[in-house]
């Protein structure tokens, strides 16, 4: 079993929708959780970080995080075409000088 | 632009041959990250430097592989006697010990293809 496990998709969605994609994971010592965004042939660029449980919300993206159920969330409201990429979730143990555990992605496209 | 940057953006080689990357983190991080993706997966990481010190390697940087950074800036990945299955983004990152530490920034990466 891998330390963190993501749906890859693919998943379709009409623009406007909203979307969830989630991870879980099994090492309870995680404490810090990512969502980095990926384009095609680009590097993963960061979208939200969340420490420990609890919700956090930066515009049409919340990020949700479920320490007893060792699940994470990512919704993103009223998609849009340009959100179509690859979303990867992160987790880390400490919050300094440390690598991060990625999930494989999901890769999500919005059609207009 | 004041991002990370990496050279060469691709490399194809023949098996057996070594290969050099390199990356240019932000000016000011002083910590940079080595991490290996391949087609349908996340990344992996590889290595971790604080200035100019290798504080960590993951087991899966083989005896052929080497990363330096010598003087606390930019950083070479060298793979030595490269194999089909080194074929991958190879992807640097850096952040800013002091600041909020999490968030890596990352380069568009290296893709290798070996033949």
């Known amino acids: 079993q891998k330390e963190v496990e993501q749906d890859p998709g693919p998943l379709s969605v009409p623009e406007g929708a909203i979307v969830s994609l989630n991870c879980t994971y099994s090492?309870?010592?995680?404490?810090?959780f990512m969502w980095y965004r990926q384009y095609s042939r680009k590097g993963p660029e960061l979208l939200m970080y969340?420490?420990?449980?609890g919700n956090k919300e930066d515009g049409r993206f919340t990020a949700q995080v479920d320490k007893s159920s060792k699940y994470i969330s990512l919704f993103i409201r009223d998609s849009q075409p340009s959100d179509s990429a690859t979303y990867l979730c992160?987790?880390?143990?400490?919050?300094?000088?440390?690598?991060?555990?990625f999930g494989k992605g999901t890769t999500l496209s919005v059609s207009s | 632009d004041t991002g990370v940057s990496q050279n060469p953006r691709h490399k194809i080689t023949k098996r057996g041959q070594n290969v050099t990357f390199r990356c240019d983190p932000i000016?000011?991080?002083?910590?940079l990250y080595w991490y290996r993706q391949t087609l349908g997966q996340g990344p992996e990481f590889l290595t971790y430097?604080?200035?100019?010190?290798?504080?960590?390697k993951s087991r899966l940087l083989s005896d052929r592989f080497s990363a330096e950074r010598p003087k606390g800036s930019f950083s070479t990945l060298e793979i030595q006697r490269t194999e089909q299955g080194d074929s991958a983004m190879y992807l640097c990152?850096?952040?800013?010990?002091?600041?909020?530490?999490?968030?890596?920034?990352f380069g568009p990466g290296t893709r290798l293809t070996v033949t």
């Open positions: 990152a850096s952040s800013f010990s002091g600041g909020n530490d999490y968030e890596q920034y």
């Open positions: 430097f604080q200035n100019e010190a290798q504080l960590e």
């Open positions: 969340t420490y420990s449980s």
């Open positions: 992160a987790m880390s143990a400490r919050q300094a000088g440390t690598a991060l555990i």
């Open positions: 090492n309870s010592a995680f404490q810090y």
């Open positions: 000016s000011e991080h002083n910590r």
